[in-house]
């Protein structure tokens, strides 16, 4: 056993053993470079979108339609849309007529002003 250890290291080419490993370090480096930079590239994109996106609830909610849900952390998890109706059913001989309002819409109708 130990004679075959002994001629299979004989045989090892060690010059193309060290370039491999040397290459494989190289490329480890490099690569591990541009990663990190990636990396910091999409933290301050995903940033960004984050902001843009608060701004684009708060316009929302400013608008008075929507209602943002935020969670215990303040972080939005949905959107919510309140609309009032007002119902009135009119039923005629063999006809059933339903109408849906919005309640604003009823309360310009039936203003006098």
């Known amino acids: 056993m130990v ?3 002994g001629y299979l290291i004989q045989w090892i080419d060690w010059e193309l053993v060290i370039s491999v490993g040397v290459g494989g370090l190289i490329t480890w480096g490099v690569s591990w470079w541009f990663y990190r ?4 590239e999409l933290k301050t994109e995903a940033d960004r979108l984050h902001d843009l996106d608060a ?4 316009w929302l909610e400013i608008g008075g339609d929507l209602r943002v849900v935020r969670d215990e952390q303040g972080r ?6 309140d609309i009032s109706v007002v119902d009135r059913i009119d039923i005629e001989p063999g ?3 339903i109408e849906l309002r919005r309640a604003k819409e009823r ?3 039936d203003d006098p002003h």
């Open 37 to 40: 930079q990636a990396g910091k």
């Open 3 to 5: 004679e075959t250890i």
């Open 55 to 58: 701004m684009i609830l708060r």
């Open 107 to 109: 309360k310009q109708n």
């Open 95 to 97: 006809v059933e007529k």
């Open 76 to 81: 939005p998890v949905a959107l919510k849309r």
